[in-house]
T-cell receptor, first 114, second 114 residues
Framework: KAGVTQTPRYLIKTRGQQVTLSCSPISGHRSVSWYQQTPGQGLQFLFEYFSETQRNKGNFPGRFSGRQFSNSRSEMNVSTLELGDSALYLC?????????????FGAGTRLSVL | GEDVEQSLFLSVREGDSSVINCTYTDSSSTYLYWYKQEPGAGLQLLTYIFSNMDMKQDQRLTVLLNKKDKHLSLRIADTQTGDSAIYFCAESEAISGGYNKLIFGAGTRLAVHP
């Protein structure tokens, strides 16, 4: 079974631009969560989607948004990019039921904002 | 809110045991995890334990949980050079819909030398 797939792996953008990152969960997984990893702040929860609905959100500004499609694939969007948005963005998927707490991560998208 | 703390560096000789420590603050029932991150890669789930357990063993990995002190440790037996990586301790925060928000420690960089 294929793992969590994130595209693209690397992105370079300039300040003020916007960016869209994509995540395809493991087949059968309906929950998708996004995390930001930076050297200064570490790993921080962005948001979680389940069944096309945002179920939970972390403490990030409204420039960070996401969505989930009917096939459980998810995208996150960052508008008006700032230098501080440079980070590794990780997506994780999980099953439902008693294994819903186990999150499997993709390799991430490394975003550099110049 | 929840907080997870870990020491930042650990250096061990190949063949020795490694012990990585973590403390957490959530007082409710929760899941606790150990993830491994190699350079340029995402997070690999190593093992997890529920907060009502004391110990879990999985091949070379042993997780010990001291509930009173909220202290979690990961012991890697017969450490190999391939174990060199950053190890993250994480706890699940129980939020609406389940345990889908992970709170991570800063990560412990394990260096294995001959």
């Amino acid at each position: 079974k294929a793992g969590v797939t994130q595209t693209p792996r690397y992105l370079i953008k300039t300040r003020g631009q916007q960016v869209t990152l994509s995540c395809s969960p493991i087949s059968g997984h309906r929950s998708v969560s996004w995390y930001q990893q930076t050297p200064g702040q570490g790993l921080q929860f962005l948001f979680e989607y389940f069944s096309e609905t945002q179920r939970n959100k972390g403490n990030f500004p409204g420039r960070f948004s996401g969505r989930q499609f009917s096939n459980s694939r998810s995208e996150m969007n960052v508008s008006t990019l700032e230098l501080g948005d440079s980070a590794l963005y990780l997506c994780a998927s999980s099953l439902e039921g008693d294994r819903a707490h186990i999150q499997y991560f993709g390799a991430g998208t490394r975003l550099s904002v110049l | 809110g929840e907080d997870v703390e870990q020491s930042l560096f650990l250096s061990v000789r190949e063949g020795d045991s490694s012990v990585i420590n973590c403390t957490y603050t959530d007082s409710s029932s929760t899941y606790l995890y150990w993830y491994k991150q190699e350079p340029g890669a995402g997070l690999q789930l190593l093992t997890y334990i529920f907060s009502n357990m004391d110990m879990k063993q999985d091949q070379r990995l042993t997780v010990l949980l001291n509930k009173k002190d909220k202290h979690l440790s990961l012991r890697i037996a017969d450490t190999q050079t391939g174990d060199s990586a950053i190890y993250f301790c994480a706890e699940s925060e129980a939020i609406s819909g389940g345990y889908n928000k992970l709170i991570f420690g800063a990560g412990t960089r394990l260096a294995v030398h001959p």
